[in-house]
């Protein structure tokens, strides 16, 4: 039977997805982010028959283009390993996510969304904020968020 099931763990844990999915393969270092070890920082795991097959993070952050201050959570380095997309392990760790930043009584959602990814936010309901940009090295991005 297919067992399913998301987790917070260690921000050691998302590295290597981060680096195969995020990070064309880039050393473990390139991989972390400001804030992986902040305390207020949550990882999710989505793990598919045991196998860590998905992650996301969640950490404080305000972005200056939203009025709301103190009541943001950024959703950073969403991935799931390519022989486990369209599963619905990216919308179970988008639920996820937006159910544990409801609970923590914030106002909105936001991200960066490479482009590539946008109409899978779309589909759960976020939306764009501005026009592309360019993040060097990675391509480009729209500014997501959701109210909640
Ligand atoms: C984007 C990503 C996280 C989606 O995860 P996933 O587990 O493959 O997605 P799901 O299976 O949960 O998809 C849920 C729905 O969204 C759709 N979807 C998935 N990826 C999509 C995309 N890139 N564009 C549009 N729709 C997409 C699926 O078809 C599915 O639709 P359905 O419910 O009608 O069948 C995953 O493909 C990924 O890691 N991609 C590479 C890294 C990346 O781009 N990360 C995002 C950085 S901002």
């Not at 921000?11 to 982010?33: H, W, Y």
């Not at 400001?34 to 097959?53: E, Q, R």
């Not at 950490?59 to 390993?81: C, E, T």
Request: with cysteine.
């Amino acid at each position: 039977m297919l067992n399913i099931q998301i987790k917070e763990v260690e921000s050691n844990t998302v590295l290597p997805i981060r680096q195969k999915v995020l990070r064309d393969g880039k050393a473990l270092e390139f991989c972390k982010m400001p804030g992986d070890d902040d305390n207020s920082t949550i990882h999710l795991g989505v793990y598919f028959n045991n196998v860590l097959a998905g992650i996301a993070t969640l950490m404080i952050d305000d972005h200056p283009d939203f009025s709301f201050k103190n009541s943001q959570l950024r959703l950073r380095g969403m991935a799931v390993l390519p022989d486990y997309q369209k599963k619905q392990l990216g919308n179970l760790l988008l639920e996820k996510a937006i159910q544990i930043a409801k609970s923590q009584n914030y106002k909105i959602l936001w991200f960066n969304a490479r482009e590539i990814a946008v109409g899978f936010y779309q589909k759960f309901g976020f939306s764009i904020k501005g026009n592309v940009f360019i993040i060097e090295d990675v391509g480009p991005h729209f500014l997501m968020y959701k109210s909640l």
